[in-house]
């Protein structure tokens, strides 16, 4: 497995791995984290498993199309979460980002700092183009973090998501690369 790590102030990103599973599982676990996720609450650790079990072996293959990455504090290696880049056809050069943290490390600026550095592996490792996120509208949190990391609101799809609550509209948000390596530092 390559072992692609990403390094910035406070994280580091790593490639999930087996040992992880107990961790992911946890994070998967917590009803807030589910909140704005289609995935559903998994049942136990082996249905955990079983969801992750592609994006585990995505990262065995030669030419990875799904960087799924754990999000640890550089200084203690302790689990903050899950963050992801998935490829979309090749000759768009684009993909899809997703990310979720334990409730203990949001609005700490985690999900930012960890977002902009997969940006970077995006756009200046594998030569994106263009790459695009979307969450549910009432994910004010995760708008924020979108729009603090540069990417722009593109549109808004009715009644896309099937979460617990009932069918949410999704927001649609995307940064090319230009706009990335033009953005201001903060």
Known sequence: MNQTILISNRLTLRFMQKSDLEAIHNLQSIPEVDQYNTLGLPKDLA????????????????????????VELSSTQKFVGLIALNLGNPKYKSAEVWYKLLPTFWGKGYATESLTQLLDFGFNDLKLHRIEAGCAVNNLASVKVLEKTGFSYEGRKCQTLPLKTGWSDNFEYGIIEKDFKNKPLN
Do not use: G, R
Request: cysteine-free; hydrophobic content about 45%; glycine content about 0%.
């Open 47 to 70: 249905e955990t498993e079983k969801i992750m079990a592609p994006l585990f072996a995505a990262l065995e293959q030669s030419e990875i199309n799904k960087y799924t990455f754990v």
